[in-house]
């Protein structure tokens, strides 16, 4: 896709949600204990429901994987030379020759703040930055633009102070700002769909005591009206709808293993109807809606990126066979292992087809990959309620299906060790995987050696 039809931003965001990460090979560890059972994972008359996928890149991740190298939007503290004297002395000169609501106290204010906040002193720094947006504001304009610098301070230094309902606050505010009377196909306001939409997911993945759902219904349709928007604007294969549609596809893996609120330690599910006067709750009737139909949610988003690509870029083999791999991704995911086995096949023959075709197929197909490729469940900056990590390194199969079995544990397992070894192995059992795809056909990869970094 050339920068020329989507511009250098937007082109950037589809490239990255194009780009596939290989995986690297690993060192053999010393001990070895094999604790698989070889039990069924799912539907006995104990467990009659396959359990959840597990969440890669939160739980669990493999050590040397760049996917989860990757950071949320969160703004950085601006770096000030100036003392804190000199710029209070700056001030009072000002204020006295032009008046306490002058606008050349903005950039002053919003300094003093930086040096504040790189003291540590979050107290003043926010006192400050919160005077520096008010003067821009009664000056020009609640929408201004200037006051996104100072924002984006104030949202990370509330970050950095642990205060995430304030910045969730600020957050919020500042995306009403950036896409103050902006349509969807501005690269300005794409910008700020994705960096907005990053703050939901990451304040979902982080379950600070908010109603999960909301968020989920927030983040989802976030970008179902920006489809809908770019769809009617510039039409149903604009290139512009990419980074859209792959923020759904986002959208549909959290969708896929939200399990409930939490109350008192316990996931529980909630009525659509609340529990005064039996009102309609609009969010649970939208949560209801895209549970029962996200995998359809789903697909119909990959095949829509697929469609796009076909138009716009009908020779270039690899992004069409990602696409391809995407939507079995999907269909792996979804455990349809029939229709994941039949569409991996059918993106091997595609990549075989390459000028480069050999290089092509080794890269995409040699070795299995854990999913989802879209690193939706990385974590932000908000917690993940898990207080303990550890390192295990593992060896194991993937079957066909996309499942690891026989997992030996090569970590020597030790009192201190015990609790993220076992974590590890039920982690893992749940991890669902590209499988490799040799001479046109899915087969079992044995002996995979990885190191996994568990969160829990």
Not at 169 to 198: C, G, N, T
Request: charged content about 25%.
């Amino acid at each position: 896709m050339s920068g020329a039809i989507l511009g250098p931003r937007l082109a950037a965001t589809a490239r990255l949600a194009l780009t596939l990460w290989a995986p690297l090979s690993f060192s053999s560890a010393q001990a070895s204990t094999v604790v698989d059972t070889g039990r069924a994972q799912c539907c006995s008359s104990i467990i009659p429901e396959a359990p959840l996928n597990t969440e890669y890149g939160a739980t669990i991740f493999r050590s040397d994987d760049p996917r989860t190298k990757l950071k949320p939007h969160i703004p950085l503290f601006i770096p000030n030379s100036a003392p804190a004297n000199s710029l209070l002395a700056a001030i009072d000169e000002h204020e006295a020759s032009f008046g306490v609501m002058s606008t050349g106290l903005v950039a002053p204010l919003g300094s003093l703040g930086a040096v504040y906040a790189e003291d540590s002193n979050y107290k003043d720094a926010i006192q400050s930055l919160r005077r520096a947006v008010h003067v821009a504001r009664v000056n020009d304009g609640l929408h201004t633009p200037t006051q996104i610098p100072l924002l984006e301070q104030l949202i990370a230094i509330n970050v950095e102070a642990g205060d995430y309902k304030t910045s969730d606050e600020i957050q919020r505010y500042l995306y009403r700002v950036r896409s103050w009377k902006r349509s969807a196909d501005d690269p300005e306001m794409a910008d700020a769909i994705q960096k907005f939409a990053d703050w939901i997911r990451t304040t979902y993945l982080g379950d600070i005591g908010v109603e999960r759902f909301r968020l989920l219904v927030e983040y989802t349709l976030l970008f179902d009206r920006a489809i809908e928007e770019v769809s009617e604007a510039n039409g149903v294969l604009s290139p512009l709808l990419i980074p859209y549609l792959e923020g759904r596809v986002g959208a549909a893996y959290l969708t896929s293993v939200y399990d409930g609120e939490r109350e008192g330690g316990v996931r529980i599910s909630a009525s659509p109807r609340d529990s005064v006067g039996g009102r309609l709750d609009q969010d649970m009737m939208r949560r209801d809606r895209f549970i029962k139909h996200n995998e359809r949610y789903g697909l119909r988003a990959l095949e829509h990126v697929e469609q796009i690509l076909r138009h716009h870029q009908p020779d270039n083999v690899e992004a069409l066979t990602q696409a391809r791999l995407s939507i079995a991704d999907w269909h792996q995911w979804n455990r349809k292992y029939a229709k994941a086995m039949k569409v991996y096949e059918e993106a091997w023959r595609m990549a075989s087809s390459a000028n480069d075709g050999g290089a092509l197929v080794e890269r995409l197909f040699h070795s299995p990959l854990e999913l989802p490729l879209n690193p939706v469940f990385n974590p932000g900056v908000m917690p993940l309620q898990t207080r303990n990590t550890s390192e295990i390194a593992m060896r194991f199969s993937v079957t066909r299906h996309g499942e690891a079995k026989g997992i030996e544990i090569l970590t020597e397992t030790t009192a201190e060790t015990q609790a993220g070894v076992t974590r590890a192995y039920h982690f893992l059992r749940n991890v669902r995987f590209r499988p490799r795809v040799v001479k046109g056909e899915v087969v079992r990869a044995k002996g995979l050696e990885r190191r996994y970094q568990i969160r829990y």
